[in-house]
């Protein structure tokens, strides 16, 4: 049997970010994506709101929340990746990128009091510089089993029936949201 480990990312943010406008301020936003397994059947890519106001220290409120093919994460396979864009009128511009294998992140959780953790990692410019840190928390949830063998449409094992799920849904992703952010 496969298993899925919920995975969170929460506050995240970048500070000192190279400033590639000669006029104006930057209005930044970050593209979030998992990299290296095969396709659990769930989104792999996220991308934030434009921060309008942080210039090159840009902040989201965001929740993003990923499920990981278990099997490609304890075999050190898959990677998350931050992309760093501005948004301009003649087309946006890349700022930076971070990619960090997640397994480790999986290994600082493990045997710790609270769920989430708090990191920062540098930030690479199109050059290979490093300019600016990346700031996030993310936090695991035990796997969830899937029924059967995987298919485009992933079934996980469930008591509750689907009308008692979907009128949950949303509770307990605010719920998860408001967890992880007090915690981290």
């Not at 996030?136 to 029924?147: A, K, S, V």
């Amino acid at each position: 049997m496969e298993h899925l480990r919920p995975f969170v990312i929460t506050n995240l943010s970048a500070t000192e970010l190279e400033d590639i406008r000669v006029f104006g301020k930057m209005k930044v936003y970050a593209v979030v994506s998992i990299s290296g397994g095969p396709s659990t059947g769930y989104n792999t890519e996220f991308t934030t709101h434009v921060d309008m106001e942080g210039n090159n220290n840009p902040k989201w409120n965001t929740v993003m929340d990923f499920r990981l093919h278990d099997p490609s994460l304890r075999n050190n396979l898959l990677y998350l990746n931050f992309n760093f864009h501005c948004r301009r009128t003649l087309g946006d511009k890349f700022i930076g990128r971070v990619s960090v294998p997640i397994t480790p992140l999986l290994a600082m959780i493990s045997g710790n009091k609270t769920p989430s953790q708090a990191v920062r990692y540098p930030v690479t410019t199109l050059s290979g510089e490093m300019h600016g840190f990346v700031d996030f928390c993310f936090g695991f949830e035990n796997p969830i089993r899937l029924l059967g063998p995987r298919t485009t449409g992933l079934m996980m094992a469930t008591t509750r029936r689907a009308a008692d799920v979907a009128s949950e849904a949303q509770v307990e992703v605010n719920d998860w949201h408001s967890y992880y952010t007090s915690q981290c």
